[in-house]
C-alpha cells in the first residue's frame, strides 16, 4: 500500500512517488487512497471523543457537586485529576509511540480511557470519581499525543497534509463547543453519569475499526530511547507544572507554595534537559527544540490557547451568571465558533496555507481572534446575542479556524518521521500547558477585579461584568503576545506556484471524494 511504501522510503515529499509506488496498479493505489481517508477519520473520531470530555464535564459539575456531595473547593479535582495526567504524560506518550508504534499506543490509550470513562460513570463516592478521572487523562495523554504524528506520516504530501490537519484541527477546536452543548443535553436530560458513558460505543466502534484501516507501524525500538530517569524527571515536572498552575488561583500565585512547586517543577525540567543531553539513547532527543519553526510555533500556540481557552470558559459564565442563559444556550451561543472552524480549517485554510503559506495565514488569523478577545471586552451587563455575542463568536470562529491548521503544520514542519509521534506530543502539551496557564491566570484576575468591586457596593452583574472584561482584555495582550512571536520566530517556507497548486489541491479532494 501507498502509506506503507512511503513508511518505507520517508525520503519521498511532496508528490514526487519513487519507482515502486509507480508500479502499484491503479486500483491499489485507489484502494490504498480511500483507506488512508477512512483511517483519519477514525483517528479523528478518536480525538473527538477526547476533546468532548474534556469540556463537556464542565457543564455537569454543578449536578456532580450536589449529588456526591463535594465541597467547592474538592469539586475542582474532577477536572484536575484528568489535566495533571493528560498534560504530565504528553510528551512521554508521544515519544512512546516513536520507540514502540503509535498505532500500539493510540489502541492501549483508546482501551484506557474507554475503561476508565466506564468507571466515571459508575462511580458514586468523591474518591472513586476522582481516580477514574485521573486514569482517564492517562488514556486520553496516549491516544491524542500519537495522532497528529500517525497523521502527518500518513499523509506526506504538502496539498494533502494540508487538507488531512485541516481536518483534525477542526474535529481538535469544534469539539471544545460541540462538548459545551451535548454536556447541557446529556445533563439535564438523563443525569451526570451519562456524559461519561456516551465515551462507551464511541470508544468501542473506534477500537474496532482501528486495526483495520490504520497501517501497523513498527517504530524504531525501545532501545534507542530506553531513558528511565529522564522519563521520571519529565512526567514529574509536567505535572508537578500542571498542578501548580491549576492551584495557583487557590493559593495565589505570590504564595509560598505556589512559588515553592514551581521552582521545583522548574529544577526537574532543567534536570531532564541536563540527563537528555548527556544520555547516550535519550528519551527526547534536544535537537528538536532546535528548529526554530517548531518552536515558535509550540510557544505562539501556548500564547494563543491560553487566551483562547480562558475566553471559553469565563465567557461561559458570562452567558450563564450574567445574561441568565441555561446550558443548552450556552452551547448554542458558541455554536458559531465550531462552524467558523469547520468551514474555514477543512477547506480554507488548506488551499490558503499552500498557495501563501503557513506564517503568512497565522499572522492574520492570530488578528482577528485578538479583535474578538477585544469586542468581547465591550460586552454590557444588558447585553443581547445578535450585537453583543455573535460579532464576537464569528470573529473567534475565522480566526481560531485559519490559525490551528496553520500552527500545527508548522509545528510539524521539518521533523523526521521516526520523531513525528514526539512532536505530535509536544503540540498537545504546548496546548494543555498553555489552556491551564491561560484559565489560571485569567480567572484569578476576573474573580478577585469581581470581588474587589462587590465590597465597593458595585451589583452583582456589573462586578462580574467587569471581572471577565479584565480578563479578556488580558488575553487579548497574551495573544497580542502570541502575534509577536510569530512575526519574529516563525520563517516563511517556500510556498509552490499557484499554478501548481491548484492541480495538487483539486487532486487531493478528488481521491477523498472517490
Same mark, same amino acid.
Not at 495533571?84 to 483508546?110: E, K, N, Q, S
Not at 527526547?284 to 494563543?304: D, E, K
Given at each position: ?257 505556589? /512559588?515553592? !512547586?514551581?521552582? @521545583? %517543577? $522548574? *529544577?526537574?525540567?532543567?534536570?531532564? =534537559?541536563?540527563?537528555?543531553? +548527556? ?52 452551547? /448554542?451561543? !458558541?455554536?458559531? @465558533? %465550531? $462552524? *467558523?472552524?469547520?468551514?474555514?480549517? =477543512?477547506?480554507?485554510?488548506? +488551499? ?58 508548522l509545528a510539524m514542519s521539518g521533523v523526521p518521521a521516526s520523531e513525528s509521534g514526539l512532536a505530535s506530543g509536544l503540540v498537545n502539551t504546548s496546548q494543555q500547558v498553555g489552556g491551564a496557564l491561560g484559565l489560571a491566570v485569567l480567572a484569578t484576575l476576573s474573580t478577585t477585579r469581581t470581588e474587589h468591586l462587590l465590597s465597593s457596593g458595585e451589583s452583582n452583574a456589573s462586578a462580574l461584568t467587569s471581572g471577565f472584561h479584565l480578563a479578556f482584555v488580558v488575553g487579548a495582550g497574551i495573544v497580542a503576545a502570541g502575534v509577536l512571536l510569530a512575526w519574529a520566530l516563525l520563517r516563511q517556507p517556500p510556498v509552490a506556484a ?17
Amino acid at each position: 500500500m501507498i502509506c506503507y511504501v512511503l513508511f518505507l522510503f520517508p525520503e519521498t515529499k511532496g508528490n514526487r512517488m519513487t519507482d515502486t509506488v509507480l508500479q502499484i496498479p491503479p486500483e491499489q493505489q485507489a484502494k490504498s487512497e480511500r483507506a488512508r481517508w477512512i483511517a483519519l477519520w477514525v483517528l479523528c473520531v478518536g480525538m473527538l471523543m477526547i476533546i468532548l470530555d474534556a469540556t463537556i464535564v464542565n457543564v455537569a459539575l454543578p449536578s456532580i457537586q450536589s449529588d456526591l456531595g463535594f465541597s467547592q473547593s474538592s469539586l475542582a479535582w474532577v477536572v484536575n485529576a484528568y489535566l495533571i495526567a493528560f498534560g504530565g504524560l504528553l510528551l512521554l506518550a508521544g515519544r512512546l509511540g516513536d520507540l514502540v508504534g503509535r498505532r500500539r499506543i493510540f489502541l492501549i490509550g483508546l482501551t484506557v480511557f474507554t475503561t476508565a470513562s466506564l468507571v466515571c460513570g459508575l462511580a458514586q463516592s468523591q474518591e472513586m470519581l476522582v481516580a477514574a478521572r485521573f486514569i482517564q487523562g492517562v488514556g486520553g495523554a496516549m491516544t491524542s499525543a500519537v495522532i497528529l504524528g500517525m497523521i502527518v506520516t500518513m499523509f506526506p504530501a504538502p496539498s494533502e497534509q494540508a487538507r488531512a490537519i485541516g481536518i483534525y484541527s477542526f474535529v481538535a477546536a469544534a469539539g471544545g463547543s460541540i462538548g459545551l452543548l451535548a454536556g447541557g443535553v446529556l445533563t439535564e436530560a438523563i443525569n451526570w453519569h451519562w456524559i461519561f458513558f456516551v465515551n462507551l460505543p464511541i470508544g468501542i466502534a473506534t477500537g474496532f475499526l482501528a486495526p483495520r484501516v490504520i497501517e501497523r507501524d513498527k517504530g524504531i525500538g525501545i532501545r534507542e530511547g530506553a531513558d528511565v530517569a529522564g522519563a521520571v524527571l519529565v512526567t514529574g515536572a509536567l505535572m508537578l507544572a500542571v498542578y501548580t498552575i491549576v492551584k495557583a488561583s487557590d493559593y495565589g500565585w505570590g504564595s509560598a507554595r505556589t /512559588l515553592g !512547586f514551581g521552582a @521545583v %517543577a $522548574l *529544577g526537574l525540567l532543567a534536570a531532564f =534537559v541536563i540527563r537528555e543531553s +548527556r544520555a547516550r539513547q535519550p528519551l527526547v532527543p534536544l535537537a528538536i527544540f532546535r528548529n526554530r519553526t517548531v518552536s515558535g510555533a509550540n510557544l505562539v500556540q501556548t500564547a494563543m490557547v491560553a487566551g483562547l481557552f480562558g475566553m471559553f470558559f469565563l465567557g461561559a459564565l458570562y452567558l450563564q451568571r450574567v445574561l441568565h442563559y441555561d446550558a443548552i444556550e450556552v452551547g /448554542l451561543a !458558541f455554536l458559531p @465558533v %465550531a $462552524l *467558523g472552524i469547520g468551514i474555514l480549517s =477543512v477547506g480554507a485554510s488548506a +488551499r490558503l496555507n499552500m498557495r501563501f503559506g503557513a506564517r503568512a495565514t497565522l499572522l492574520p488569523s492570530l488578528v482577528l481572534i485578538l479583535a474578538g478577545l477585544l469586542l468581547f471586552a465591550r460586552a454590557p451587563v444588558d447585553g443581547s446575542f445578535l450585537p453583543d455575542i455573535l460579532p464576537v463568536m464569528v470573529l473567534l470562529g475565522v480566526g481560531a479556524g485559519l490559525a490551528f491548521p496553520s500552527l500545527m503544520a508548522l509545528a510539524m514542519s521539518g521533523v523526521p518521521a521516526s520523531e513525528s509521534g514526539l512532536a505530535s506530543g509536544l503540540v498537545n502539551t504546548s496546548q494543555q500547558v498553555g489552556g491551564a496557564l491561560g484559565l489560571a491566570v485569567l480567572a484569578t484576575l476576573s474573580t478577585t477585579r469581581t470581588e474587589h468591586l462587590l465590597s465597593s457596593g458595585e451589583s452583582n452583574a456589573s462586578a462580574l461584568t467587569s471581572g471577565f472584561h479584565l480578563a479578556f482584555v488580558v488575553g487579548a495582550g497574551i495573544v497580542a503576545a502570541g502575534v509577536l512571536l510569530a512575526w519574529a520566530l516563525l520563517r516563511q517556507p517556500p510556498v509552490a506556484a499557484e499554478s501548481d497548486v491548484e492541480p495538487e489541491l483539486e487532486a487531493a479532494y478528488a481521491k477523498e471524494a472517490a
